[in-house]
């Protein structure tokens, strides 16, 4: 069964995002969502672990609020990687419907 064509892209912003940041990873869009998000969450841990300065970049580079990040953080809800995870899905979805929105014009 192929991925959802919204995980592809999702993928390839991110990659996009990754390389401009100076962040070395990739994530693969030929796999499910969970899967998807599950390699990101590692990846980010990794950078928390290691490259703190490259998470900030990326944090820049997709435009994660850091007012958003640190109410959900301060929520507890799960850990800060799944925190940072889930924004920065949240906000690379946002560029792609926005794309998608603004292509039609």
Known sequence: MAPPPDIRAMADQLNKDFDRAGVKAHVSGNISSTDFANELLGIIHQC???????L????YVV????IALGKLIA???G?????????ILKRTWE???????????
């Open 75 to 77: 929520a507890q809800k």
């Open 79 to 87: 850990t800060p990687e799944e925190a940072i995870t889930w924004l």
């Open 56 to 59: 900030q970049n990326l944090l």
């Open 48 to 54: 928390i672990a290691g490259k703190p300065d490259a």
């Open 63 to 66: 435009d994660v609020s850091e």
């Open 95 to 105: 560029k792609i419907e926005s794309r998608k929105k603004f292509a039609k014009f």
